[in-house]
């Protein structure tokens, strides 16, 4: 019977989603209905508690403050309204519920949770990809300094002419 019910379970989840942990920070794309309307609406924070584990209504619950106002929602992993559900940053964490994270404060917590690379999976880039974005970012970065550069140099040239006449 336990095995027909775990099979059932599995049966009735809808998609997949990253291999989450209490710990983690994570992007939720939540759809919204307002009137006639419809829009997505992210929510990114940290997850506190995951409850539910084999069953198909698997919740997660997902923290974040807010203009120094904590807000947290539990969320139904496999629920329609959830497009996706996207991995930002993993640590390691001690314990399964971070219940305590409500009272503590976020310069403490950055020393409790120890930050991990994000594994190759389920929603989640491997490494090479993550290593040429950040390159492409740099080189971005490099190309809009050497503009600056450029530019400065030219105004300097000017300022000299003119102080020069």
Do not use: W
């Not at 759809?31 to 829009?39: F, L, M, P, S």
């Not at 919740?59 to 929602?73: D, H, L, M, N, P």
């Not at 629920?79 to 399964?96: L, Q």
Request: glycine share 8%; hydrophobic share 40%.
């Amino acid at each position: 019977m336990h095995k027909d019910l775990i099979a059932f379970n599995m049966a009735r989840r809808t998609k997949d989603i990253p291999e989450l942990h209490s710990g983690d920070v994570v992007k939720i794309h939540r759809k919204i209905v307002e009137g006639g309307k419809e829009r997505t609406q992210v929510f990114q924070g940290m997850v506190i508690a995951m409850r539910g584990g084999q069953s198909s209504s698997q919740t997660v619950t997902v923290r974040k403050v807010s203009f120094g106002i904590g807000v947290e929602i539990v969320v139904p992993i496999h629920s329609p309204n959830i497009e996706k559900i996207e991995v930002v940053k993993s640590t390691r964490s001690r314990r399964a519920k971070l219940y305590y994270v409500r009272d503590k404060s976020a310069k403490l917590l950055r020393r409790k949770l120890k930050e991990v690379g994000l594994k190759v999976g389920k929603g989640r880039k491997p490494e090479d990809e993550l290593v040429a974005e950040i390159a492409e970012a740099e080189v971005i970065e490099v190309q809009e300094t050497v503009e600056s550069d450029a530019v400065e140099a030219v105004v300097e040239e000017k300022v000299i002419e003119k102080a020069g006449k």
